[in-house]
């Protein structure tokens, strides 16, 4: 195998952005591998830039690295240029700190966002140089650990995993570091069913139900106060504060509004320091507050003014995403917004009052057109639209909906700016697990096609643009997201078939996946179906502090 040397000298010539694989950023820590004695490796399964922005990574790296006898390095999927140069140079994939190869470490831990990255975890794993399959894994392979969103249904990718992490992991961290120091000379299964018994955690050859992990105060949770500036531009390239967890609207279709209860904020006090600590320690011109929903954090007035008027002699942006959309929250955006002006989103998620009654979206017309008036007597130019098709109980008159909506809000924008645009995103509903709409059914690939194409039919006015996923990729998130057990062999095929970053448009490779669940002998349709209320959902055993007869009613309402 190549000497970590030839990363550098061979294969990084030959890549699009090098960049990625090299580390050494501002705020990269890199400890001696000899003087820890648990080494961990965060995985994050997508491109450098998408990984860098994820703030659970930099948390997750700060705790572990604040323990004397712990290291933790990153590692990111490789794109598939650098994938065919490792395998053709018969290297492995390496952390960015030490380009070491990731068997060498104790713990890899991947955090999974998204349904759309699980092809990518596997070519983590066999570039590793670690076995795919927990039960062919021995005492000196890594553990591997799953943690994030998707792990609310971790049953498509349970095989691939040693133990998961339900919930927040700021503090069960550290008791599996424990565990793991208590247990340095033990057998790999003697470490599993120790860490079997810390809350939390799953770990799926015990197949025991488990309850969710949350952090009860979030003012003194550990918070990465020198976060690492990336070398290329990160999705999200800014500072980011996390002012507040949880959400108190309850939308049916949302899963993280319904996993990340309850609703807990961070004190003013302890904001204002993390944030001069995290400007200082970085040099960034953007500051952005981020929640589920920011205009809901009790003082956000008092924090975003007093945030702006700090640092604006400095030139600094403080972006508020996550608003709800009033008059107060617009003017309370364009008023922070000192460095340069910027566009205004919404998400009425539903083209009519009917429809976002039924899925829970507390906003009325009335509401969206305050808010918008609002954006575009502040000057705001640009007001951008997300909608969800495919609701349950939907029909053409919804749809038709979305594009008065539009026109309505363009024509009000024109009143006052001849440069007023409008964007209208589709994205595609998936009835996510741990919701009340976990038992409905999701449209098809030709029902998403009929009802984008109506819209783009309806709606003729040139300076309305219109972006919409795109239908065969929710699809396969829509199967994954509420998928069991047979889709792992589904994955490996589509795996060994070339599927790769099938989050990204140019490297989904829809005709791939069809092959595989061919020749899997599993009938994809099935899992978009509705499910019956009394049937048994392959996630029942998880359990997140919201009973399941709550969703149930909510459900029928």
């Given at each position: 195998m190549d000497h970590p040397q030839t990363l550098a000298d061979q294969i990084l010539p030959l890549v699009q952005k090098?960049?990625?694989?090299?580390?050494?950023?501002?705020?990269?820590?890199?400890?001696?591998?000899?003087?820890?004695?648990?080494?961990?490796?965060?995985?994050?399964?997508?491109?450098?830039?998408?990984?860098?922005?994820?703030?659970?990574?930099?948390?997750?790296?700060?705790?572990?690295?604040?323990q004397p006898d712990c290291l933790a390095e990153r590692?990111?999927?490789?794109?598939?240029?650098?994938?065919?140069?490792?395998?053709?140079?018969?290297?492995?994939?390496?952390?960015?700190?030490?380009?070491?190869?990731?068997?060498?470490?104790?713990?890899?831990?991947?955090?999974?966002?998204?349904?759309?990255?699980?092809?990518?975890?596997?070519?983590?794993?066999?570039?590793?140089?670690?076995?795919?399959?927990?039960?062919d894994r021995g005492d000196h392979d890594p553990l591997i650990l799953g943690g994030g969103p998707c792990v609310f249904n971790p049953e498509p990718v349970a095989e691939f995993f040693d133990f998961f992490v339900l919930g927040e992991a700021e503090e069960v961290l550290l008791e599996i570091v424990n565990v793991l120091r208590s247990t340095l000379n033990s057998l790999r299964?003697?470490?599993?069913?120790?860490?079997?018994?810390?809350?939390?955690?799953?770990v799926p050859q015990y197949h025991a139900p488990v309850e969710k992990r949350y952090i009860k105060e979030l003012t003194t949770a550990p918070y990465p106060l020198h976060p690492i500036v990336p070398f290329i531009e990160a999705v999200h390239d800014r500072a980011a504060l996390e002012i507040m967890r949880g959400c108190k609207w309850g939308c049916k279709f949302c899963?993280?509004?319904?996993?990340?209860?309850?609703?807990?904020?961070?004190e003013m006090e302890t904001l204002l320091r993390q944030a001069d600590e995290v400007m200082k320690n970085t040099g960034y011109e953007e500051l952005t507050l981020i929640s589920l929903s920011s205009s809901d954090y009790s003082k956000i007035d008092e924090l975003a003014k007093t945030l702006a008027k700090k640092y604006e002699s400095k030139k600094i942006n403080i972006s508020l995403p996550s608003l709800r959309t009033?008059?107060?929250?617009?003017?309370?955006?364009?008023?922070?917004?000192?460095?340069?002006s910027s566009s205004i989103t919404l998400a009425p998620e539903a083209g009519t009052q009917r429809l976002r009654d039924i899925i829970g979206k507390n906003m009325s017309e009335e509401n969206i057109i305050e808010g918008v008036s609002a954006a575009f007597d502040e000057g705001i130019e640009a007001v951008k639209l997300y909608f969800m098709i495919g609701?349950?109980?939907?029909?053409?008159?919804?749809?038709?909906?979305?594009?008065?909506?539009?026109?309505?809000?363009?024509?009000?924008?024109?009143?006052?700016?001849?440069r007023a645009r409008v964007t209208v995103n589709l994205s595609t509903?998936?009835?996510?697990?741990?919701?009340?709409?976990?038992?409905?059914?999701?449209?098809?690939?030709?029902?998403?096609?009929?009802?984008?194409?109506?819209?783009?039919?309806?709606?003729?006015?040139?300076?309305?643009?219109?972006?919409?996923?795109?239908?065969?990729?929710?699809?396969?998130?829509?199967?994954?997201?509420?998928?069991?057990?047979?889709?792992?062999?589904?994955?490996?095929?589509?795996?060994?078939?070339?599927?790769?970053?099938?989050?990204?448009?140019?490297?989904?490779?829809?005709?791939?996946?069809?092959?595989?669940?061919?020749?899997?002998?599993?009938?994809p349709d099935e899992y978009l179906k509705a499910r019956p209320f009394e049937a048994p959902l392959p996630w029942d055993y998880i359990e997140t502090g919201v009973p399941k007869e709550v969703l149930l009613n909510q459900a029928k309402l």
């Open positions: 090098p960049a990625r694989y090299v580390g050494g950023e501002l705020n990269a820590i890199k400890k001696e591998w000899d003087k820890a004695i648990i080494k961990f490796a965060l995985a994050y399964p997508d491109a450098y830039e998408i990984g860098m922005s994820n703030l659970g990574l930099q948390i997750l790296y700060h705790i572990i690295n604040d590692v990111f999927a490789p794109w598939p240029d650098m994938e065919q140069q490792l395998i053709g140079h018969g290297s492995r994939v390496t952390s960015l700190e030490s380009q070491t190869p990731l068997n060498k470490f104790d713990v890899l831990g991947f955090s999974l966002g998204h349904e759309l990255t699980y092809t990518n975890i596997i070519t983590m794993l066999k570039l590793g140089g670690i076995p795919l399959h927990a039960k299964s003697e470490k599993l069913q120790a860490l079997s018994r810390i809350k939390g955690i799953y899963q993280a509004g319904w996993t990340y209860r309850p609703v807990r904020e961070k009033n008059s107060f929250s617009v003017k309370l955006a364009k008023e922070v917004a000192r460095v340069r609701l349950p109980t939907e029909t053409d008159e919804d749809l038709l909906g979305i594009c008065r909506l539009a026109e309505k809000i363009m024509a009000l924008g024109r009143s006052r700016s001849r509903f998936i009835p996510k697990p741990h919701t009340p709409f976990q038992w409905e059914r999701q449209i098809t690939i030709a029902e998403t096609l009929a009802r984008q194409d109506l819209i783009k039919r309806t709606i003729r006015n040139r300076n309305i643009e219109i972006k919409w996923h795109q239908a065969e990729a929710s699809y396969l998130e829509g199967i994954f997201s509420r998928g069991d057990k047979k889709l792992t062999a589904v994955l490996e095929k589509a795996w060994t078939l070339g599927a790769r970053f099938d989050a990204w448009s140019e490297h989904f490779k829809f005709a791939v996946w069809q092959k595989a669940f061919a020749g899997c002998g599993v009938d």
